[in-house]
């Protein structure tokens, strides 16, 4: 098993920065990869970012340029650096472990990022 802790959401002005943090715990040699879902109100979620085992990165077209995601090996920590943040950026962001050789997702518990005047 993974567990996995969120951190690092809230409300920012457009055209601000946030940093979200997801820390795993367990089985951390069970996880391939790392990364970050979002869902809107009414909307399906949808892949942000993610970095696998051996550092490639993925990024969705709509936060390219504008997002990043890293991680500390050291800490069991993936980050994901959001600049120049949109109104259409509002949604929880989940968090995700993949299983090693498998399909399966482990989730963080989301954290809400808001983008408002």
């Known amino acids: 098993q993974v567990q996995l802790v969120e951190s690092g959401g809230g409300l920012v002005q457009p055209g601000g920065s946030l940093r979200l943090s997801c820390t795993a715990s367990g089985r951390i040699s069970h996880i391939s990869g790392m990364g970050w879902y979002r869902q809107a109100p009414g909307k399906e979620r949808e892949l942000v970012a993610s970095?696998?085992?051996?550092?490639?990165?993925r990024y969705a077209d709509f936060v390219k340029g504008r997002f990043t995601i890293s991680r500390d090996n050291g800490k069991n920590t993936a980050y994901l650096q959001m600049n120049s943040l949109e109104p259409d950026d509002t949604a929880v962001y989940y968090c995700y472990a993949r299983g090693l050789g498998t399909s399966y997702l482990y989730w963080g518990q989301g954290t809400q990022v808001t983008v408002s005047l």
């Open positions: 970095m696998m085992r051996n550092g490639d990165t």
